[in-house]
């Protein structure tokens, strides 16, 4: 057992490049940005531009295949492109994709050949920004409860209904959305997938006001919006995985919605946070009191198991190796990790946590975000209750059938 | 043992009720969390003090209604369901009970009655950046010049102090030990009180820039106030408790009502045992909350020794109110972070009520000395 990203020398030349890339295609300004909630246009555009960059060499999506625009890149050279943008405080896609990072899968699991290409491509390579859309009014936790519809019409399906807590600031080219084509039809198969050009006459974007509303966000705070759909006429050539096969289809969104990939990224803010007690801040520090230094190393273990999680998740799904509740299990974990570790926040900062001021607050703000963040994250991608529904039947409990993971290749 | 309310309470209760329904409904208040310009004070202050709550924790020879805490802590308990925001609590509840155990008769007969008549809110300026609430965290210091006394120094975090019209200092004097008390003028030349943005309510920054405290303003013994402003903090926080528990149940009463009626996979959530396992943690903690703040009061207004009931309601409150809403947005999850459903009100309340006169962690190393545990 390894656990270091130790380079060979193939590697070492291979994060030397991607270093030397990096120096050149990043420009000042979006490295480090604490506030992803009041990511300004600017900032937006230069992640895109960055994107761009990178998907023209195959890095956006490098683990996906060269002939859709990644790079069939390995596991370990994957872990050396994020971490090399991770020490500059960037992701893989660098800016919010939910779309690409879970439709992209999708289509390559259940796509058509031509599909791959068409629908791939222009994601991997940075051309299109794509959201996902699945939450309704009516169907949070029950995705398969969802009204919106897609009737067929000729070459075409009409799309009317609504879907909400759907992306980010600065807009999309794309959505991926999961709807129902057949409305009298059993449920479970009664759904399909289709991409959506979002410039099509008769949609509708409005921005929701939620606690951690504002700006460019991610997959838990930030900007999120409602989407109204009246009369949408889509190409049928972009519904994916065939008609009414859209809960299979889901199974793969889900698996890397809930985690199943992992991440290799830090929550970074505890580290900065870590920092920020240790040093001087108006003539005293936080970790002179012995009660807060037990309290950071409290949190300090509770950030390390979670992101042994994603470690762990990402070796599964980078080596193509069998999983049953893992995904789960880091999603519950971060979700109840990360309010965890904004409560211990506030105890060991006191007041502090919780001001933007700018005399005032620590991290610029980041640490009050992160008291909003906590708690807006416990939703997204199912709530907690979910996670433990679906780890409890990938376990077989009470002697039940094992539910398998869902399909990532 | 009868652990009821009496007859008075029932109606203070009433009409609180209707008052947070009617003056102070959720879409009243979350504009106020919206809109920064809206002013809390033109909203309610008038109506608060003709309902007489400004007066009630206040003895009748001082122009209050002599009210008991219990009697207090109800209403405190119903405003807590808005929750309604203002300086009613640091005014006429926190301020005031300081000023009866520390204060000259001049100074009460002077100062008591404006209070109790919702001319004069006051506000306890005693955090400073090195935030704390036991004596030692006091640094600031005040310079005595003849007679009077020169004020400079920063307090953080002061609640309530954007709406005083009055500010009760605390600090030491140079060259002395222990703690005084000094009441200044809010427009006084020299403070400046800024009021600090973030996941938090009504908490400011108050700068004192060689302000001119006269010697009559001195509030008790120079160097000994301590004992006095203890006992008066003392006295309200169960009130303050109070008002916890009200955001408890509120918190409580919409999770249930929602639970009944949200439907997923063809049933009402609330028929899931995942879905009331939160339930069951949320009115585990209210309660909690609930029953040692009322022991606290009862203790207090039967002049008790009542400082570990106290250390016990505060510590259990701020915990209980922070996880009840934390247990709200697990039965909620989308819906309960969309500001005009009116559940963050109470989250960001419970955030910001956390360390006010004291975080868990204070009271407990209090409670460790009650327990005769260290010296």
Same mark, same amino acid.
């Given at each position: 057992?390894?656990?270091?990203?130790?380079?060979?020398?193939?590697?070492?030349?291979?994060?030397?490049?991607?270093?030397?890339?990096?120096?050149?295609?990043?420009?000042?300004?979006?490295?480090?940005?604490?506030?992803?909630?009041?990511?300004?246009?600017?900032?937006?555009?230069?992640?895109?531009?960055?994107?761009?960059?990178?998907?023209?060499?195959?890095?956006?999506?490098?683990?996906?295949?060269?002939?859709?625009?990644?790079?069939?890149?390995?596991?370990?050279?994957?872990?050396?492109?994020?971490?090399?943008?991770?020490?500059?405080?960037?992701?893989?896609?660098?800016?919010?994709?939910?779309?690409?990072?879970?439709?992209?899968?999708?289509?390559?699991?259940?796509?058509?050949?031509?599909?791959?290409?068409?629908?791939?491509?222009?994601?991997?390579?940075?051309?299109?920004?794509?959201?996902?859309?699945?939450?309704?009014?009516?169907?949070?936790?029950?995705?398969?409860?969802?009204?919106?519809?897609?009737?067929?019409?000729?070459?075409?399906?009409?799309?009317?209904?609504?879907?909400?807590?759907?992306?980010?600031?600065?807009?999309?080219?794309?959505?991926?959305?999961?709807?129902?084509?057949?409305?009298?039809?059993?449920?479970?198969?009664?759904?399909?997938?289709?991409?959506?050009?979002?410039?099509?006459?008769?949609?509708?974007?409005?921005?929701?006001?939620?606690?951690?509303?504002?700006?460019?966000?991610?997959?838990?705070?930030?900007?999120?919006?409602?989407?109204?759909?009246?009369?949408?006429?889509?190409?049928?050539?972009?519904?994916?995985?065939?008609?009414?096969?859209?809960?299979?289809?889901?199974?793969?969104?889900?698996?890397?919605?809930?985690?199943?990939?992992?991440?290799?990224?830090?929550?970074?803010?505890?580290?900065?946070?870590?920092?920020?007690?240790?040093?001087?801040?108006?003539?005293?520090?936080?970790?002179?009191?012995?009660?807060?230094?037990?309290?950071?190393?409290?949190?300090?273990?509770?950030?390390?198991?979670?992101?042994?999680?994603?470690?762990?998740?990402?070796?599964?799904?980078?080596?193509?190796?069998?999983?049953?509740?893992?995904?789960?299990?880091?999603?519950?974990?971060?979700?109840?990790?990360?309010?965890?570790?904004?409560?211990?926040?506030?105890?060991?900062?006191?007041?502090?946590?919780?001001?933007?001021?700018?005399?005032?607050?620590?991290?610029?703000?980041?640490?009050?975000?992160?008291?909003?963040?906590?708690?807006?994250?416990?939703?997204?991608?199912?709530?907690?209750?979910?996670?433990?529904?679906?780890?409890?039947?990938?376990?077989?409990?009470?002697?039940?059938?094992?539910?398998?993971?869902?399909?990532?290749? | 043992?009868?652990?009821?309310?009496?007859?008075?309470?029932?109606?203070?209760?009433?009409?609180?009720?209707?008052?947070?329904?009617?003056?102070?409904?959720?879409?009243?208040?979350?504009?106020?969390?919206?809109?920064?310009?809206?002013?809390?004070?033109?909203?309610?202050?008038?109506?608060?003090?003709?309902?007489?709550?400004?007066?009630?924790?206040?003895?009748?020879?001082?122009?209050?209604?002599?009210?008991?805490?219990?009697? =207090?802590? =109800?209403?405190?308990?119903?405003?807590?369901?808005?929750?309604?925001?203002?300086?009613?609590?640091?005014?006429?509840?926190?301020?005031?009970?300081?000023?009866?155990?520390?204060?000259?008769?001049?100074?009460?007969?002077?100062?008591?009655?404006?209070?109790?008549?919702?001319?004069?809110?006051?506000?306890?300026?005693?955090?400073?950046?090195?935030?704390?609430?036991?004596?030692?965290?006091?640094?600031?210091?005040?310079?005595?010049?003849?007679?009077?006394?020169?004020?400079?120094?920063?307090?953080?975090?002061?609640?309530?102090?954007?709406?005083?019209?009055?500010?009760?200092?605390?600090?030491?004097?140079?060259?002395?030990?222990?703690?005084?008390?000094?009441?200044?003028?809010?427009?006084?030349?020299?403070?400046?009180?800024?009021?600090?943005?973030?996941?938090?309510?009504?908490?400011?920054?108050?700068?004192?820039?060689?302000?001119?405290?006269?010697?009559?303003?001195?509030?008790?013994?120079?160097?000994?106030?301590?004992?006095?402003?203890?006992?008066?903090?003392?006295?309200?926080?169960?009130?303050?408790?109070?008002?916890?528990?009200?955001?408890?149940?509120?918190?409580?009463?919409?999770?249930?009502?929602?639970?009944?009626?949200?439907?997923?996979?063809?049933?009402?959530?609330?028929?899931?045992?995942?879905?009331?396992?939160?339930?069951?943690?949320?009115?585990?903690?209210?309660?909690?909350?609930?029953?040692?703040?009322?022991?606290?009061?009862?203790?207090?207004?039967?002049?008790?020794?009542?400082?570990?009931?106290?250390?016990?309601?505060?510590?259990?409150?701020?915990?209980?109110?922070?996880?009840?809403?934390?247990?709200?947005?697990?039965?909620?999850?989308?819906?309960?972070? =969309?500001?005009?459903?009116?559940?963050?009100?109470?989250?960001?309340?419970?955030?910001?009520?956390?360390?006010?006169?004291?975080?868990?962690?204070?009271?407990?190393?209090?409670?460790?000395?009650?327990?005769?545990? =260290?010296?």
């Amino acid at each position: 057992m390894d656990f270091a990203i130790e380079d060979s020398p193939e590697q070492t030349e291979f994060r030397k490049e991607v270093r030397a890339f990096l120096e050149t295609a990043v420009p000042p300004g979006i490295t480090h940005t604490v506030d992803a909630a009041n990511q300004p246009r600017e900032q937006y555009e230069l992640r895109r531009d960055l994107g761009r960059k990178l998907g023209a060499k195959g890095w956006l999506y490098p683990h996906m295949p060269k002939e859709y625009g990644g790079s069939d890149m390995s596991s370990d050279e994957v872990m050396i492109l994020n971490d090399e943008l991770t020490r500059i405080g960037l992701a893989l896609p660098p800016y919010y994709d939910s779309g690409g990072r879970m439709g992209g899968p999708s289509i390559l699991v259940w796509g058509t050949e031509e599909q791959k290409k068409r629908l791939l491509t222009p994601i991997f390579r940075g051309e299109v920004r794509t959201w996902q859309l699945l939450s309704e009014p009516g169907a949070g936790s029950d995705l398969a409860g969802i009204k919106t519809t897609a009737i067929r019409d000729g070459d075409h399906y009409v799309v009317n209904g609504q879907k909400m807590w759907v992306g980010s600031a600065h807009g999309a080219e794309r959505s991926w959305m999961i709807v129902v084509t057949d409305p009298k039809g059993e449920r479970h198969k009664n759904l399909s997938w289709i991409m959506v050009d979002m410039s099509l006459p008769g949609i509708t974007v409005t921005p929701m006001e939620t606690l951690a509303t504002g700006g460019e966000g991610g997959a838990g705070g930030g900007c999120k919006n409602t989407v109204f759909f009246d009369n949408v006429r889509i190409p049928a050539e972009n519904l994916v995985g065939g008609e009414n096969n859209g809960w299979k289809v889901a199974t793969t969104h889900l698996e890397v919605e809930h985690g199943g990939t992992g991440r290799l990224q830090d929550r970074r803010v505890i580290g900065e946070f870590i920092d920020y007690c240790r040093e001087k801040h108006n003539g005293f520090a936080i970790a002179d009191d012995p009660d807060a230094r037990e309290q950071i190393a409290e949190m300090f273990i509770e950030g390390e198991v979670m992101r042994l999680f994603a470690v762990r998740n990402h070796w599964l799904s980078h080596t193509n190796q069998p999983r049953s509740y893992e995904g789960a299990q880091y999603s519950l974990r971060r979700k109840l990790g990360s309010l965890d570790i904004s409560e211990r926040m506030l105890r060991i900062a006191g007041p502090y946590a919780l001001t933007t001021d700018e005399r005032w607050a620590p991290l610029q703000g980041a640490i009050e975000y992160f008291q909003r963040d906590g708690i807006t994250s416990l939703h997204p991608g199912a709530t907690t209750d979910i996670q433990k529904v679906i780890m409890a039947r990938r376990m077989g409990t009470g002697g039940r059938e094992r539910e398998q993971a869902g399909k990532l290749r | 043992m009868d652990l009821s309310l009496n007859e008075t309470q029932k109606l203070i209760q009433d009409a609180t009720k209707d008052f947070v329904r009617g003056a102070c409904s959720r879409e009243i208040l979350v504009k106020l969390d919206r809109n920064k310009n809206v002013d809390v004070m033109a909203t309610y202050w008038k109506q608060m003090s003709e309902m007489g709550w400004t007066g009630m924790a206040i003895p009748e020879q001082y122009g209050g209604s002599g009210n008991s805490l219990l009697d =207090v802590a =109800v209403l405190f308990e119903e405003l807590g369901t808005g929750p309604v925001p203002g300086p009613l609590f640091s005014s006429a509840v926190l301020c005031a009970r300081i000023l009866l155990e520390t204060g000259s008769e001049a100074q009460k007969k002077a100062l008591l009655p404006d209070i109790a008549s919702g001319k004069r809110v006051f506000a306890l300026a005693f955090t400073e950046v090195q935030y704390g609430w036991s004596e030692d965290s006091i640094r600031m210091k005040a310079k005595k010049e003849g007679a009077d006394y020169v004020l400079s120094g920063t307090k953080l975090f002061v609640d309530d102090a954007e709406y005083a019209s009055d500010l009760l200092v605390v600090a030491g004097i140079e060259g002395g030990a222990g703690v005084s008390l000094f009441r200044v003028d809010a427009k006084a030349k020299g403070v400046s009180i800024r009021k600090l943005e973030g996941f938090m309510t009504a908490k400011s920054e108050v700068i004192f820039d060689n302000v001119k405290v006269s010697g009559s303003d001195l509030v008790g013994a120079a160097g000994g106030a301590w004992a006095g402003l203890d006992k008066g903090m003392l006295a309200a926080i169960p009130v303050l408790c109070a008002y916890k528990v009200g955001g408890c149940k509120k918190v409580f009463d919409i999770s249930i009502a929602y639970a009944g009626e949200r439907k997923q996979f063809g049933q009402v959530i609330g028929r899931f045992s995942r879905v009331q396992d939160h339930l069951i943690n949320l009115v585990n903690h209210l309660d909690a909350a609930r029953w040692t703040t009322y022991e606290a009061l009862w203790k207090l207004d039967s002049g008790q020794d009542a400082a570990s009931s106290v250390h016990i309601a505060k510590a259990v409150s701020s915990e209980s109110y922070l996880n009840a809403c934390d247990y709200g947005h697990e039965v909620h999850a989308g819906i309960g972070v =969309v500001r005009e459903y009116g559940l963050t009100l109470y989250t960001k309340m419970s955030r910001s009520l956390y360390h006010s006169l004291g975080a868990p962690k204070y009271h407990r190393k209090r409670l460790e000395k009650e327990l005769k545990l =260290v010296a």
